[in-house]
């Protein structure tokens, strides 16, 4: 039997064999034996997992936010470009309508302008037939006829300047094209001819009516004031005068379509005061927007009326206001219209006439 100090040592043994278990244990599978340290790893890596969610659904949101603007400017042309070929649509439409409708005008006046020729009235005829080229200058029938009657008049511009505008407004391949181009040449050769032969040029300016050979000097091109309309409007307790100005406006020498963009009528408003001597005498009224500028808002197409209009209006108490500033009478005197075009003056008229003339006593 061991003694009580074999006890002691087994005890001893025993004790070091159970730490160098424990120890190994630790040391291979720690993890698994120490409940606080793998509670402790699964929180930590459940927490990256969570915020690596978070952060990928926050970067795929960001992306969507970033390309949501480009699709919102990718819709937004799309929806204009579509707007644009549905306006342009609409646009070729009325102009197809308003072509068709000038064609079946154009035609009515050519057969106008034959059943007057075959009256006899060649002045009335060709005045049909010049209507008719204004409105579809592609018109052969009525070029052709009309072309004819001027080379018969020796006014070979104006015949010359009819095939131009039919071969620019036509638009005819084939055999229209060919008859616009073999007029054309004809003419210049008939032009050249001549020039060589020491005479007097056959075409001049085809864009006005010139003085043509073999007939009577047509008069030279301008635009004219016809006359001016005033219709008195309401007062209404607010106005010391108040008024509508109608401007008729014709055209003399021109052919074919009057560019609108360079025609201007000017409007300059002035009132009148008495002097001393019993007469009154015009004062220009100077304000803001004055002189009314005005153009035409339409086609003029030569040879028709073109209209203008616009509305003038003086406070209540202005002209009570001016004479006891001047002490003098005062009221309003009238307008001075001056129609231009392409910077040039065509025409003036003052309304009333006397405006500037000698003034009489009232």
């Known amino acids: 039997?061991?003694?009580?100090?074999?006890?002691?040592?087994?005890?001893?043994?025993?004790?070091?064999?159970?730490?160098?278990?424990?120890?190994?244990?630790?040391?291979?599978?720690?993890?698994?034996?120490?409940?606080?340290?793998?509670?402790?790893?699964?929180?930590?890596?459940?927490?990256?997992?969570?915020?690596?969610?978070?952060?990928?659904r926050r970067a795929e949101e960001a992306r969507r936010e970033a390309r949501q603007p480009i699709f919102d400017d990718v819709t937004r042309a799309m929806e204009r470009a579509e707007r644009e070929r549905a306006q342009a649509r609409s646009r070729e439409e009325k102009a197809s309508v308003l072509q068709s409708e000038a064609e079946k005008e154009a035609e009515i006046l050519a057969q106008r302008g034959e059943a007057l020729l075959g009256s006899g009235l060649r002045r009335s005829a060709i005045e049909a037939f010049e209507s008719a080229v204004r409105r579809a200058p592609g018109l052969l029938s009525a070029v052709r006829r009309l072309s004819s009657l001027y080379e018969e008049q020796g006014q070979f511009s104006l015949a010359y300047f009819l095939w131009e505008k039919a071969g620019a407004g036509a638009g005819s391949p084939g055999s229209a094209a060919a008859e616009i181009?073999?007029?054309?040449?004809?003419?210049?050769?008939?032009?050249?001819?001549?020039?060589?032969?020491?005479?007097?040029?056959?075409?001049?300016?085809?864009?006005?009516?010139?003085?043509?050979?073999?007939?009577?000097?047509?008069?030279?091109?301008?635009?004219?004031?016809?006359?001016?309309?005033?219709?008195?409007?309401?007062?209404?307790?607010?106005?010391?005068?108040?008024?509508?100005?109608?401007?008729?406006?014709?055209?003399e020498g021109f052919l074919?379509?009057?560019?609108?963009?360079?025609?201007?009528?000017?409007?300059?408003?002035?009132?009148?005061?008495?002097?001393?001597?019993?007469?009154?005498?015009?004062?220009?009224?100077?304000?803001?927007?004055?002189?009314?500028?005005?153009?035409?808002?339409?086609?003029?197409?030569?040879?028709?009326?073109?209209?203008?209009?616009?509305?003038?209006?003086?406070?209540?108490?202005?002209?009570r206001s001016k004479a006891m500033r001047t002490r003098s009478p005062y009221a309003y005197g009238g307008v001075m219209v001056t129609l231009s075009f392409r910077g040039v003056a065509q025409d003036r008229l003052a309304e009333p006439p006397s405006l500037f003339g000698e003034a009489t006593k009232k």
Not at 7 to 33: E, P
Not at 187 to 196: C, I
Not at 210 to 230: C, F, M, N, Q, T
Not at 286 to 308: C, D, H, M, N, V
């Open 1 to 56: 039997m061991l003694g009580v100090g074999g006890l002691v040592g087994l005890l001893v043994l025993l004790q070091l064999a159970a730490i160098i278990w424990v120890f190994g244990s630790r040391l291979a599978f720690g993890r698994h034996f120490d409940p606080v340290i793998f509670s402790e790893f699964e929180t930590v890596r459940s927490t990256e997992s969570v915020d690596d969610t978070i952060g990928l």
């Open 181 to 251: 181009q073999s007029h054309l040449k004809r003419l210049a050769e008939l032009d050249e001819t001549t020039r060589k032969a020491g005479e007097k040029p056959l075409i001049t300016s085809p864009r006005l009516r010139p003085p043509d050979v073999g007939s009577e000097a047509a008069p030279p091109a301008r635009l004219r004031i016809a006359r001016i309309v005033r219709t008195d409007l309401p007062l209404e307790g607010l106005y010391d005068l108040r008024f509508r100005l109608e401007f008729s406006l014709d055209s």
């Open 256 to 319: 074919g379509p009057i560019e609108i963009s360079g025609v201007l009528l000017e409007v300059a408003f002035y009132d009148q005061t008495r002097g001393s001597d019993g007469r009154w005498r015009p004062v220009r009224v100077e304000a803001p927007g004055l002189p009314f500028k005005l153009q035409p808002r339409r086609e003029w197409i030569a040879g028709e009326r073109q209209t203008l209009s616009l509305n003038y209006s003086v406070p209540h108490g202005y002209f």
